[in-house]
């Protein structure tokens, strides 16, 4: 059973910064991209941060500048620094990994359950 385990969500104020985390576990063949989405109350999730297994990155443009994914293959988690943070920035961050178990031939979306992010004085 995949899993995947968002951490380090919180409440921060304007300009600070927060640095999330998400593993994978279980029986994980292979992990091509790794990437957050994000969903703030009343809005679409959409997507934050992408990289891929070589490491490339894309950022949606209000992020670019302040937000950093990596991700460490040997650990399976991605991550993500999150700088100058905004009150537009408030919401519910998800990991998303497309990934190859053990068990299957092909590879599949998995999420985590989400992290809340709140950005206030």
């Known amino acids: 059973q995949v899993q995947l385990v968002e951490s380090g969500g919180g409440l921060v104020q304007p300009g600070g910064s927060l640095r999330l985390s998400c593993a994978a576990s279980?029986?994980?063949?292979?992990?091509?991209?790794m990437a957050w989405y994000r969903q703030a109350p009343g809005k679409e999730r959409e997507l934050v941060a992408i990289i891929t297994s070589g490491g490339s990155t894309q950022y949606r443009d209000s992020v670019k500048g302040r937000f950093t994914i990596s991700r460490d293959n040997a650990k399976n988690t991605v991550y993500m620094q999150m700088n100058d943070l905004k009150p537009e920035d408030t919401a519910v961050y998800y990991c998303?990994?497309?990934?190859?178990?053990?068990?299957?031939?092909?590879?599949?979306?998995?999420w985590g359950k989400g992290t809340l992010v709140t950005v206030s004085s």
């Open positions: 998303n990994a497309v990934l190859r178990p053990h068990d299957r031939l092909t590879y599949m979306d998995y």
């Open positions: 279980g029986s994980i063949f292979s992990i091509d991209t």
